[in-house]
DNA sequence: CGACGCTGAGACAACGTTGACTCGACGGGA
DNA sequence: TCCCGTCGAGTCAACGTTGTCTCAGCGTCG
């Protein structure tokens, strides 16, 4: 287990412009007009401070430049996700960083677990770091305590849930018409009894998909019946319990509607557990990674992940470059991706449905 | 989608310890020692401080106060990773801040795309906003830039994959080990002609890897034949295609040993199209979710993903604690997990071997 | 009763950098 | 030839905070 020698004997500390100005002769401001590029300073000079900085492996302290700067600037932004290592979370931050990368803009990451207390933390947290901006998907239902964060300069977007008792810039899915786009599938294809599974309905996306649900059914005009309706968490095993306890009841549905895809991912192993993934229908919503290649394919509603965090990020840093238009929210269309599992037809009522 | 008023008629900005202190009715210095929970300081001063920097919405600037601060910590570390979206690199970097979440210290995330310059650049970024330590998972085969980082203080680890021409704390997965239970597990299962396909060999963890496949190949006196080799880069599109071609030979591979993950997914896509999946057995390096879905299952070498972000993490708060002791190289063990795919017993000669 | 220690708060400088200003040298036009 | 504008480099202070020192007030003890 045992490699190298000591890493370093004497952690002798950062070089900084005023050492750099020592070696090359030069003034600190000098160095710093170097540094920045300033067009002004006579190319012997640039390069004899170039050479004195590369020589102690001079750095430039991007923090105490941010502090001394007009703008006060950090070239950081952060991130709050549900949970960085969700593929869908992951997907956003990595097309938000995408996005900074071009300016040159770094992002801090968090994660919430859905924890208000700990959104407000982080939140907090990022701000004493003096990010930029911040794009959140919010995990709790008050952002009053932003306002004066807001007010304060720092810009505020919120991806794929609204803010609550707060006016910022929204980048959505569109939830509730990617339901019912789902529900309309399933409708199509015989289906008169459809259950819905989702994540805790005080999460708003959640709240919104099941609107859609409903607005489908009722549309159809197919009775709604809470008995096939559950709200579980988005936890793979009290989807799988949920989805057991459905396909259980004495009149059970024939077909699924999943809100969310760690929900979807548990149903489907459920179905595949009992032996019917080939009989009952099933829509999720969310696409995730390998779903085609199952057998059946699953049918999803599929988010476009990459335009929302295109859009979060581009937003934010328009307000950053000074856009002091109105507040927006803006609506990012779903997409139906046929595969097989939502095209399961509606059987005649089953035996255990006919007793 | 137009939605509400302006945001901010006056970005007043952000407030100072001299505003509160001066609401107050107090100096600045105390105003800190509040903030900093100074015990020394009657309640009843700190009750009136507080309620100032309430009034104020005061947020302290750790940008400022890092500067300042004797040790210049900034309670923020970097995270250089091959890509965050994906699922291996999402854990890792969720992993590392947890550990860096009980200690108060947020993570700056970047994506490298097996880019060395962008390491580089990245690496330089974060250095530049003087984050506290880094935990690189490498792209590049020279992190001699490193050398005066490390030697002014910033603490490195590296995770996954060995830095080169740099003495430096390290955890890597066992891959020389993990690829030799794999071709065991296929050898004893009866298979003879097994296929190595994995990410380009410069990489070193891929080199380990394939390595090893050499090694178990030559223990169980099986000839090394180039044609059945494949070093892919790590894209489905090219592991399809090179699966594909594999399966094509006039005497083809009756076993896959696909050394990434995204590789694995490359050659389980291919082998379903070609209806291989229950014929050609298949163990992948990397588990990936819902490999425990597809029927047959894939069987996997798991790293422990946790236990090296975790790992890494810790080492490098040690470091930061000031420990000083000679650089370490940990390896943590891998696991093969049995699903279906890789216990495919070898076929006698297929009809096309046999032409 | 006076010197002394202690406690709690303020004054001041400094962290590394940059904005605003200054200053010397040089060149051109009157 | 002289003045002024220009250009390039330097001086100084400040960003928001904290380490160090100072100092006033008070209680205590010989």
Do not use: E, F, I, K
């Given at each position: 287990m045992t490699q190298g020698e000591?890493?370093?004997p004497s952690p002798r500390s950062r070089p900084t412009m005023r050492e750099v100005a020592a070696l090359a002769g030069v003034a600190i401001k000098t160095v710093s007009r170097v540094v920045n590029e300033v067009?002004?300073?006579?190319p012997a000079i640039v390069a004899r401070v170039r050479e004195a900085a590369d020589k102690l492996g001079y750095r430039p302290n991007l923090t105490a430049s941010s502090l001394r700067?007009?703008?006060?600037?950090?070239?950081t932004i952060g991130m709050l996700v549900e949970?960085?290592?969700n593929p869908f979370s992951a997907a956003l931050s990595r097309t938000v960083e995408n996005v900074a990368r071009e300016r040159g803009v770094l992002v801090l990451v968090g994660s919430l677990d859905e924890d208000p207390a700990r959104e407000r933390e982080l939140a907090r947290a990022l701000i004493d770091r003096r990010v930029d901006g911040l794009v959140i998907v919010p995990?709790?239902?008050?952002?009053?305590?932003?306002i004066s964060e807001q007010r304060s300069g720092t810009c505020l977007v919120f991806v794929d849930r609204e803010p609550s008792l707060l006016d910022a810039d929204t980048v959505l899915s569109d939830n509730r018409q990617g339901a019912v786009t789902a529900v309309n599938h399933l409708l199509k294809a015989g289906h008169r009894r459809i259950a819905y599974l989702g994540d805790r309905a005080t999460i708003s996306t959640a709240a919104q998909r099941f609107d859609g649900y409903r607005h489908a059914l009722e549309v159809g005009h197919i009775e709604y019946d809470d008995e096939i309706v559950r709200h579980t968490g988005a936890s793979e095993e009290s989807a799988i319990t949920a989805t057991e306890r459905l396909l259980a009841l004495?009149?059970?549905?024939t077909a699924l509607f999943t809100s969310q895809n760690v929900v979807t991912i548990g149903a489907v192993r459920a179905l595949r557990a009992l032996g019917l993934q080939d009989t009952v229908a099933h829509v999720g919503f969310d696409d995730f990674p390998l779903a085609d290649i199952l057998s059946p394919g699953i049918s999803v509603i599929a988010q476009d992940v990459e335009q929302l965090g295109r859009t979060a990020a581009e937003m934010l840093f328009r307000r950053l470059d000074g856009d002091r238009s109105p507040t927006r929210a803006v609506t990012i269309p779903t997409r139906l991706i046929e595969r097989g599992s939502g095209e399961i037809t509606a059987l005649a009522p089953s035996p255990r449905a006919s007793i």
């Open positions: 000591p890493p370093s067009p002004t300073v006579d700067r007009g703008d006060g600037r950090t070239a949970d960085s290592a995990a709790g239902r008050d952002h009053s305590y932003l004495p009149n059970p549905p």
